[in-house]
């Protein structure tokens, strides 16, 4: 039989915050410090970074295996983790340690519950808002959990150590199926941009070992012979007029591979000269000049009153019936997946794309007609792609939603373990099918 008692009646000690200190030491012979970025999204302690603090400023701040510690700040509070880990941990200000009671609460079922809507709600419940939400440790020991006797408990994890095992393997098939349709989506739009021509007969660009032979009959030229290229205007509010007007303008967050986002801009001010030369049309090519290197988006409409800003670069072509924008996209893309732009990007804290070894990349001038068929042919594949990840997508929500909701009925009692009951991912994948 469920009961709810409150959760400082089952713990061997009172919930505490952590250590509040930086984690700037790396030491493998002291203590490892936890922090929130410490701990994935899968609830594991990650591997690839690593922060420790001196034995002598632990004081109670131990982590023991079995031990549930919960952020308590910033966008992920709530967020869990289950240390089963031997050896000498300690953990930051910013999450919250829950040491159960064995006689009374398993530290299994605790993760479990921490992941449940009914420890959830009562997260958004007590959140003192302010500047960044937090949640103490105090509030949290007055939470009330569902309780059954211990050996039960152990029975509900168990059971959801299982069911979610296997819901967790349907999603990662759900992912890697969403891999291997981008990847075949890619195969077909390289060959596009050749138009499928045979290695064996074919022409190789200089200096682009990521393209496949061209068609004889091919040309190739630098990009500036067939677009003009502008990086848009320099981010400097220190030489803003703040009496003059502020326009919103496009900025590398804005432009993603094949989708764009133009509401919710960032202003700054433009000169009417600045306006004319930083003005954005209907087949414009933008480019991301730092950071996701290459990504690019053609614009489909005029942007009146939208400018550009540095982090993006405009090319707008010298003449469409030579140079297709949609066809040169595509031809971005292969490079920028090929890794082309990590050769010619300037490695600084953050990649860049210079103009100058934008306007000098080596590209493929196919006939315009064929540059249109090509541009068809992806743009083709693209609908299927983008049909597929939808339908993916949708999948691996709903597998989320089913995931979430079997762990709050298990734990809140909705669920009896003992019993033999319908694999829970066998319920999803006809639930999946049914919405097709």
Sequence with gaps: MTRIVQLSRVLQKPPRAGLGLPGGQDSHDDPRYIRITDISEAGLLRDDIFASQPRSVVGDAWVHSGDVLVASVGATVGKSYLHRVDGEFTFAGYLTRIRPNPDFLNAHYLDYWTKSAHF???????????????????RISKFNIPLVEISLQRAIADYLDHETAEIDEFI???????????????????????????????????????????PQTWRYAKLKRLFSITLGKMLDAKSHDPSAESFPYIRAANVSARYFEAEALNRMPFTQAEQREYRLLKGDLLVVEGGSIGENFVLPYDLPGIYLQKTVHRLRSHNPERALPE????????????????????????????ADKLANLLVPVPPIGAQRASAERIS??????????????????????????????AVTGQIDVTKKNRPAVEQLQDDIEEQK
């Design 120 to 138: 959830q709600d009562q997260v958004q419940a007590n959140l003192v808002k302010s500047t960044i939400e937090n949640l103490s440790a105090g």
């Design 327 to 354: 066809y040169y996209a595509a031809v971005l893309d292969l490079y920028r997946e090929a890794g082309g732009f990590g050769v010619l990007g300037n490695q600084s804290t953050i990649a860049h794309l210079t």
């Design 380 to 409: 083709a594949a693209l609908q299927l792609l983008d049909h597929e990840l939808a339908d993916i997508t949708a999948a691996i929500d709903l597998a989320k939603e089913r995931r979430a909701a079997l762990i709050t009925a």
């Design 172 to 214: 990662a098939d759900l992912e890697s199926m969403a891999s291997l349709s981008q990847e075949r989506f890619s195969v077909d739009r390289n060959a596009a941009v050749v138009n499928g021509a045979a290695a064996s007969g074919g022409q190789r660009v200089p200096e682009t070992p990521w393209l496949e032979p061209l």
